[in-house]
T-cell receptor, first 116, second 113 residues
Framework: GAGVSQSPSNKVTEKGKDVELRCDPISGHTALYWYRQSLGQGLEFLIYFQGNSAPDKSGLPSDRFSAERTGGSVSTLTIQRTQQEDSAVYLC??????????????FGEGSWLTVV | GNSVTQMEGPVTLSEEAFLTINCTYTATGYPSLFWYVQYPGEGLQLLLKATKADDKGSNKGFEATYRKETTSFHLEKGSVQVSDSAVYFCALSGSAGYSTLTFGKGTMLLVSP
């Protein structure tokens, strides 16, 4: 499709298990972002990729969270030893260039993670 | 650091009423400003944007003007419709070279017939 694609759309996991969330950005978009949306907390920035490198990963909440991007395209966000507070919607987004230059960031529909 | 403050919701209006959702920001330099909208069951989508002071962004009858002197980017619409019911997010990017968006917490708008 033409938009940002995320999978799975819904994931229920047991506390302590690892999960992987996948993002397929819009073709040709060099910038890729991960955000987390929790009820009442708005959107929390996690990590930003330019190509395959991550110049800004300041938002990753702990060392249980990691992300990688390969081939300048698909990205995977991994959460190890999940905790109940990790329950949230994880949003991926991509753009052609920096939003500071007025470029639009396009969002996927998100992966809803529930840790039980 | 950068931050965005939005009025808390929900905002409840009748159809054809005038809408204002307040947004103020804190940033160094000259950020670009954005409004995103999230309709029920859908992903975030850009509603409008403004990249420099005094610019007005507009789309679908919504408008917002970049006011540097008051560090504001209030969203307005003259006559809301039931289909405008959604959560609205104000966001900013940093100055040139800063490559991510900082979002407000969102304001839910509920429009009744």
């Amino acid at each position: 499709g033409a938009g940002v694609s995320q999978s799975p759309s819904n994931k229920v996991t047991e506390k302590g298990k690892d999960v992987e969330l996948r993002c397929d950005p819009i073709s040709g978009h060099t910038a890729l972002y991960w955000y987390r949306q929790s009820l009442g907390q708005g959107l929390e920035f996690l990590i930003y990729f330019q190509g395959n490198s991550a110049p800004d990963k300041s938002g990753l909440p702990s060392d249980r969270f990691s992300a990688e991007r390969t081939g300048g395209s698909v990205s995977t966000l991994t959460i190890q030893r999940t905790q109940q507070e990790d329950s949230a919607v994880y949003l991926c987004a991509s753009s052609l260039g920096s939003p500071s230059s007025g470029n639009t960031i396009y969002f996927g529909e998100g992966s809803w993670l529930t840790v039980v | 650091g950068n931050s965005v403050t939005q009025m808390e919701g929900p905002v409840t209006l009748s159809e054809e009423a005038f809408l204002t959702i307040n947004c103020t920001y804190t940033a160094t330099g000259y950020p670009s400003l954005f409004w995103y909208v999230q309709y029920p069951g859908e992903g975030l989508q850009l509603l409008l944007k403004a990249t420099k002071a005094d610019d007005k962004g507009s789309n679908k009858g919504f408008e917002a003007t970049y006011r540097k002197e008051t560090t504001s980017f209030h969203l307005e619409k003259g006559s809301v419709q039931v289909s405008d019911s959604a959560v609205y997010f104000c966001a900013l990017s940093g100055s040139a070279g800063y490559s991510t968006l900082t979002f407000g917490k969102g304001t839910m708008l509920l429009v009744s017939p």
